[in-house]
């Protein structure tokens, strides 16, 4: 695992989309997993002003970690316009770069039986190769994905209940210029399992702001353990890259 300090987000971001960057050029095939929250905006902005400078996603596929159940859509039909991680993915990433549509992958929350949505999803990784290079937040209750606190570490694709914290930190996302309640939030995902994400080629880990100090240095440092699903980054067999600013890396031993 490598970790690296920056002074800012922006330098975060910068270095995060240029890591990204490299793996799309060398293989214009990859697979990309990636990530939703506040976190990878920057990283989205930055890899679309690559795109207008020539970086090429025709060829890319990706897989995204999570999606709420009753919202998310069915790639294959027309964009909708609900509060989904699609229509986030949509608006601040896809729709700006030249990826196919049939190469974007999403957990699809409005669909009929959402169990055998979550072994549709586990398949479909399966068939496109596995993921070259997965991108990763860390929620404050030390979830990767929504593989909240409890989860076990071999986990796959499943139905997660959100936390409160969690719910507390998302819903102007998830209410993404809508200017809805939080008592509105879905409570319950589907979510790639820690197992799933551990099968990635590669991870890139980003973190940025001092609230998430305390629970960077206990995925970091502390005890490997399913109360802090991110601390799984240690059981990785390939390679992992930690890009943190100085805020999310202030309360680590190891500076
Ligand atoms: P955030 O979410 O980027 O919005 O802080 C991170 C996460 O939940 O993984």
């Known amino acids: 695992m490598n970790i690296t300090i920056k002074r800012s987000k922006r330098e975060v971001s910068r ?5 990204i960057a490299a793996l799309v050029r060398k293989k214009p095939d990859a697979v990309l997993g990636l990530a939703t929250g506040f976190t990878p905006l920057e ?8 795109h207008s400078e020539g ?19 069915d790639l294959s039909l027309p964009y909708s316009k609900d509060q989904s991680y699609a229509r986030f993915m949509h608006e601040e990433f896809f729709r700006h770069i030249n990826i196919h549509r049939s190469n974007i992958h999403i957990p699809n929350g409005q669909a009929d039986d959402p169990e ?54 998302n819903h102007r996302l998830f209410f993404y210029k809508s ?16 197992g799933t994400i551990l099968e990635a080629r590669s991870l890139l880990m ?3 702001g001092k ?14 353990s399913s109360l802090v699903t991110a601390s799984a980054i240690r059981l990785f067999k390939g390679p992992a890259t930690v890009l943190l600013d100085r805020g999310a890396a202030s309360a680590l031993q190891k500076q």
Not at 15 to 19: K, L
Not at 43 to 50: A, C, F, G, P, Q
Not at 211 to 224: D, P
């Open 15 to 19: 270095a995060a989309a240029d890591h």
């Open 43 to 50: 990283t989205y902005r930055e890899l679309i002003r690559k």
């Open 55 to 73: 970086l090429d996603f025709s060829h890319i596929v990706t897989f995204n970690l999570d999606e709420y159940i009753g919202y998310g859509m």
């Open 116 to 169: 055998e949505e979550c072994l549709r999803y586990e398949r479909r990784i399966r068939k496109a190769g596995g993921i070259d290079l997965q991108l990763l937040g860390i929620g404050r209750t030390g979830h990767w994905a929504f593989n909240e606190p409890g989860t076990p570490l071999d986990s796959r694709t499943h139905i997660q209940t959100l936390s409160e914290t969690t719910l507390d930190d």
């Open 179 to 194: 200017g809805l309640e939080r008592e509105m939030m879905p409570k319950r995902s589907i979510t790639m399992g820690v």
């Open 206 to 208: 980003i973190a940025t």
């Open 211 to 224: 609230r998430k100090a305390s629970v960077t240095a206990a995925a970091l440092e502390g005890e490997i």
